[in-house]
């Protein structure tokens, strides 16, 4: 059986590029291709990959928030970044997301296959560049416990991810199945534990962190 895999990447030419390089590999078989956080959610739900190859940055859902949802409704499948950020926020969002692998967008052809094969048979896979950066952060382990997003409950996590993303309260609320006054609730807890003032200094915060990406 064939290695199935989905490719979400909000640039076509690149997802065509990639589905062509894992392709050559004749136990991979790209099933699916998506645009966004989103439909890449409801591909995997729908067609159970082994394997979502994500971007981070796309709009409508970007691949940190899309990876920790599909790691909550389907934890079986393996979630291979492939971003063109080497930052170590981006980095770190996405592995505490729960990714499986790491790569840079000028990863080699061999590094792309190898890293599929390694997520499929349970194993992590970092290229040696984005593996340097993860030493070097998880070192530091005074800057995580001082990481003030981190005091955010996962719930507050989602709901700061969409305010940064210009969702309205009433959209959050439709989207989340709460009460307006509920999301008015958790924004303000949000802006508590954060120390900020706005929706400015929530975007502004999110920028910084890697979070989100104009």
């Known amino acids: 059986m064939k290695i199935k895999v989905i490719v979400a990447d909000d640039h076509q030419l690149f997802r065509e590029g990639l589905k062509?390089?894992?392709e050559t590999d004749q136990t991979i078989e790209v099933i699916a291709q998506s645009e966004n956080g989103i439909a890449a959610i409801e591909l995997?739900?729908?067609l159970k990959p082994d394997v979502l190859l994500t971007d981070i940055a796309m709009p409508e859902m970007?691949?940190?928030e899309a990876t920790r949802l599909i790691k909550e409704k389907l934890p079986d499948v393996k979630v291979v970044a492939v971003s063109m950020h080497s930052d170590k926020q981006y980095v770190k969002g996405m592995l505490e997301a729960g990714a499986d692998a790491y790569l840079l967008k000028n990863s080699t052809h061999r590094q792309l296959i190898d890293a599929v094969h390694s997520v499929f048979n349970g194993k992590k896979f970092?290229?040696?560049d984005i593996t340097e950066l993860?030493?070097?952060?998880?070192l530091d382990s005074a800057n995580i416990?001082?990481?003030?997003?981190?005091?955010?409950s996962e719930r507050e996590k989602e709901?700061?991810?969409?305010?940064a993303e210009g969702v309205s309260t009433r959209e959050i609320g439709e989207k989340l199945f709460i009460s307006?006054?509920?999301?008015g609730t958790h924004k303000q807890n949000i802006l508590d534990k954060l120390d900020l003032k706005n929706n400015s200094d929530v975007v502004k915060f999110a920028l910084k962190k890697g979070l989100i990406h104009l």
């Open 44 to 46: 995997a739900q729908r």
């Open 62 to 64: 970007n691949g940190i």
């Open 145 to 152: 416990k001082d990481d003030s997003y981190n005091q955010l």
């Open 159 to 163: 709901i700061f991810l969409l305010l």
């Open 134 to 138: 993860v030493i070097n952060g998880y």
């Open 180 to 183: 307006v006054k509920t999301v």
């Open 20 to 22: 062509n390089l894992l």
């Open 126 to 128: 970092l290229s040696e």
